[in-house]
Nanobody, 120 residues
Framework: QVQLEESGGGLVQPGGSLSLSCAAS????????MRWYREAPGKQREWVAS???????SYADSVKGRFTISGDNTKKTVSLQMNTLKPEDTAVYFC??????????????WGRGTQVTVSI
């Protein structure tokens, strides 16, 4: 079985920084891309950033210039450096991976999420 485990959430003041990490484990054959999504109270889950197996990154307009995603396919990890945080960044952040399993199929996998709260 494949598991994704996030870490690094917490409480930070506006303008501050946080770094999130996600580690994938299990019978993984290949990771195609890893992403971060977030879900704020009362809102739909939204895509934040992606990085593919070649290291190419993309970002939602709301976080461009403030967040940086990086992935390590060998270590099966992805991180999200979040700077200049705003109260509207408050959400549960979820790690996502599009991967194929050894002796298995390709498909999406999700972590359980980590809370990020930006508040005075």
């Amino acid at each position: 079985q494949v598991q994704l485990e996030e870490s690094g959430g917490g409480l930070v003041q506006p303008g501050g920084s946080l770094s999130l990490s996600c580690a994938a484990s299990g019978t993984i054959f290949h990771i195609y891309d890893m992403r971060w999504y977030r879900e704020a109270p009362g809102k739909q889950r939204e895509w934040v950033a992606s990085v593919n197996s070649r290291g190419s990154a993309s970002y939602a307009d709301s976080v461009k210039g403030r967040f940086t995603i990086s992935g390590d396919n060998t270590k099966k990890t992805v991180s999200l450096q979040m700077n200049t945080l705003k109260p509207e960044d408050t959400a549960v952040y979820f790690c996502y991976a599009d991967l194929s399993e050894k002796f298995g199929s390709r498909g999406p996998h999700w972590g359980r999420g980590t809370q990020v709260t930006v508040s005075i």
